[in-house]
């Protein structure tokens, strides 16, 4: 059962647009919501996080919104530029408890074309 | 660089085998995780240790265990290797025991491949 379900599997945007990334997920449960950005060969590395108290996080080009109602999530990155061509990652996980680990969505392959 | 170190970057071995990945985490940091990355499963969580002491456990494979010594580094012990677990193994620490809501920060990974 895929917990966390993210789409596009691929994206190809232009210098200067805006990339849109979007997850759902299905335990209410979840209550830590990171996106992660990887490069081939590294590991990934947080982007930006945003726990369900807010609709919105915004930090630089990226930004989080939030639909708790709807169980989704997504990922803005505006003016993109050639250097997030990457892998994204979105992710979610409980506090508390068993303190487990991050439930990943499957990825989302950006290019940004020159 | 995320402060924390992985070895061995590359491990090629043949079914049957057993093997031993290591992860030293972001100092002060007490909690590691385990991840496996694959093209048909993605990122998924292993297990959990914290302060030595095992947290959680994901979609571990009864063949692979972890510990977790009193250096605060972590072994990853795979065995009786099938191709299937050919991979790239992440470990994450993170400060506290809170674990899953503390910033993980992700090794650059062991790639393992079973021949």
């Known amino acids: 059962q895929q917990q966390v379900k993210q789409s596009p599997q691929s994206l190809i945007v232009q210098k200067g647009g805006i990339s849109i990334i979007n997850c759902a997920y299905e335990?209410?449960?979840?209550?830590?919501f990171p996106w992660y950005q990887q490069f081939p060969g590294k590991g990934p590395a947080l982007l930006i996080a945003i726990r369900p108290d807010v609709s919105e996080k915004k930090e630089g080009r990226f930004t989080i919104s939030f639909n708790k109602s709807a169980k989704q999530f997504s990922l803005h990155i505006m003016d993109s530029q050639p250097g997030d061509s990457a892998t994204y990652f979105c992710a979610a996980s409980r506090s508390g408890g068993g303190a487990d680990g991050l439930t990943f969505g499957k990825g989302t392959h950006l290019i940004i074309q020159p | 660089d995320s402060g924390v170190t992985q070895t061995p970057k590359h491990l090629i071995t043949a079914t049957g085998q057993r093997v031993t990945l290591r992860c030293s985490p972001r100092?002060?940091?007490?909690?590691v995780y385990w991840y496996q990355q694959s093209l048909d499963q993605g990122l998924q969580f292993l297990i959990h240790y914290y302060n030595g002491e095992e947290r959680a456990k994901g979609n571990i494979l009864e063949r692979f265990s972890a510990q977790q010594f009193p250096d605060l580094h972590s072994e990853l012990n795979l065995s009786s290797l099938e191709l299937g677990d050919s991979a790239l193994y992440f470990c994450a620490s993170s400060v506290g025991s809170l674990g899953s809501t503390d910033t993980q920060y992700f090794g650059p990974g062991t790639r393992l491949t079973v021949l």
């Open positions: 100092s002060g940091d007490l909690s």
């Open positions: 335990n209410t449960a979840f209550d830590y």
